[in-house]
């Protein structure tokens, strides 16, 4: 069973470089969502997806894009990477959709690094 | 101030201790998540509740929704159970885009 997996796993950039985050999800989910992990911080938010055809923005959403392709994938775009940036990102997914809860699903994460 | 908030943020405990890992929170909410975190890094959900108890082997949640608070215990601790363990609690009346995570426990059990 691959659950979510997500691509790439590590990621070194420049600054302005731009990259796409890759999730996919195999078990026919509606909600996928892209969050990232900072020490000393709680996962944050950057955009999801309720359901295909749908995005929206989180809490940390700027200098972010995303595009759910279809049901089972959703990516991140960075178009001009920062060193803020810098950061491990989770793709994660639910059977929910909107206003309600069901257990959550991640990726492995991907460890992105700015210089 | 987080609105989401747990307790200790490190433990050390010995192998078979009984442990205990705090949540709480400020906003109202219609579920909460504990997570565990792998030291790889890999996140796997351990419950979802939003009432009362829940048990999957060694692992109990409860959550008492009047006094805003979620307890995760591990009865007899093992090594293997040394991880971060995260909760999250779903804003209530809000969508899955509203949930909002702890800064996460960092647990380490010596043998």
């Known amino acids: 069973n691959a659950g979510v997996t997500q691509t790439p796993k590590f990621q070194v950039l420049k600054t302005g470089q731009s990259m796409t985050l890759q999730c996919a999800q195999d078990?026919?989910?509606?909600?996928m969502y892209w969050y990232r992990q900072d020490p000393g911080m709680g996962l944050r938010l950057i955009y999801y997806s309720a359901s295909e055809g749908t995005t929206d923005k989180g809490e940390v959403p700027n200098g972010y894009n995303v595009s759910r392709l279809n049901k089972r994938e959703f990516s991140l775009r960075l178009e001009s990477a920062a060193p803020s940036q810098t950061s491990v990102y989770f793709c994660?997914?639910?059977?929910?959709?909107?206003?309600?809860?069901?257990?959550?699903?991640f990726g492995e994460g991907s460890r992105l690094t700015v210089l | 101030k987080n609105e989401v908030e747990q307790s200790p943020q490190n433990l050390t405990a010995q192998e078979g201790e009984f442990i205990t890992i705090n949540c709480s929170y400020s906003v109202g909410i219609s579920a909460l998540h504990w997570l565990q975190q792998h030291p790889g890094g890999g996140i796997v959900s351990l419950f979802m509740l939003s009432s009362g108890k829940k048990k999957h082997g060694r692992l109990i949640a409860t959550i008492n929704i009047q006094e805003k608070h979620s307890s995760l215990h591990i009865t007899a601790s093992h090594p293997r159970d040394s991880a971060v363990y995260i909760c999250a609690a779903l804003n209530y009346g809000g969508s899955q885009g509203n949930l909002i995570f702890g800064k996460g426990t960092k647990l380490s059990v010596k043998p």
């Open positions: 078990m026919n989910h509606n909600s």
């Open positions: 994660a997914s639910t059977l929910a959709g909107v206003y309600a809860t069901g257990e959550l699903f």
